[in-house]
C-alpha cells in the first residue's frame, strides 16, 4: 500500500510581502513560489490570516489538500528566542513577547519551527546545492550586513537568543580618513556593517563626493538625494568609473577582510555572499576585491590545502537562490525536522 504523500511548506515573512513555498517529502518544490501582501504592521493575528491564505494557494497550486501539509518552516525578520519575539525591529507592536511558533502551531495544527530571515537564506543557499552537504556561511549585504551559518546535514546554529552570526557587528581595523570609527546603526563604532551595506555605501559616497578630487563629477552635477545617488553608482561602476570603482573596491575588501575573521572562526568551506550585489554585472570584479581583503587576512591555510597544495579550503560562490531563499530554506528545515 502507498503511503500517504507529505508536504512541508516554507513561509518567509517580510516586510511588504510574504513568500512561501512548498516541497515533497523527497525535497522537491511543488508548484511555484507564492506570494501574499504581508500585513506584519497590523499585528500577528492578520499576518497568520496571511500565512493561512498562503498554505491554501500553496496547496491549491499543488492539486492537495491543506491537509497534507505536515510541517512549516516559518523565517521573521526579528530575533527571537524559542519561539518568542523579544526585538521589534520592523514588525508591529504587539509581536514581542508572544511565543509566535507556538500560537501558529496551535491555530494550524502542525509543528512550526522558526528562525530569522538571515538563517533562513542560509539554509536556502544551502537547500539548493543539494550535491552539497559540509558547511556553509552565508554573508549578505544590503540594507545592513546579514549572516548565517549551516552546519553538515542542514541545520543552522542561531545561537541561545537567536543572535548567532551578527557578522556586521564584528569590529574591523578600519578608520575613516580622520582617524575617527564610523558609527553604526548598532549603536557602536566601528562595526562591518558601518563599510559593508547599503547605509554603509551612501555614508561613504557622501564624503567622497565633498572632496576637490571628485568635484567634477557628475553625481556632484545633480540635485538628487544621496540615497538615489548611491542607487546609481553601480551603472557608475559598471561602466568603470573611477570614484565608483574605488568605493566599492573599499567595501569589497573590508568586506573579505571581515569574511578572513568569520572563517577564522568557523572554518565553512563554503562561503556565499547574498545581497544585492549578486545581481550586478561587475559581480567577478566585486568579487577579486573580496578575495584581494580575505588574502590579506585569512592564514594560507584558509586559503590552501596544507596537505593539497592546488585545492582551496574556502570557496566563494555568489548566491543562487535570489529573493525565495529563505521560504526555500524554511521548506527544507521543516522537512528535515517533521518528516
Ligand atoms: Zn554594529
Redesign the pocket.
Known sequence: MQSKSLYFAGLDIGGSTIKAVLVDAQAAQVGSLVEVRSLVKDGYEATFGQLEQALEQLAAGACIQRGAIAGVGLDVPAPSSDGVIWGRANLGDDWVGVNIRESLSARLGVPVFMTNDGNAAAVGEYALRTAYNSSLMLVAPGTGLAGGLVLPGGRCYDGVNGLALEA??VSVPFREDDGSLPL?????TG?A??WVSLVALRRRLGLELAKPQWAAHPLNQTAASIEEKAFRLRDFAQQGDELAVSVFRQQGFIFGYLIADLVRVFDPGLVVIGGGLAETSFRDLYMSWIEEGFAERAWPVYRFSPIEPDKATTRFEWAIGGDAAAAIGMAFAARELFQ
Do not use: M, V
Open positions: 556586521g557587528h553604526c546603526s548598532c549603536g557602536l562595526c556593517e558601518a
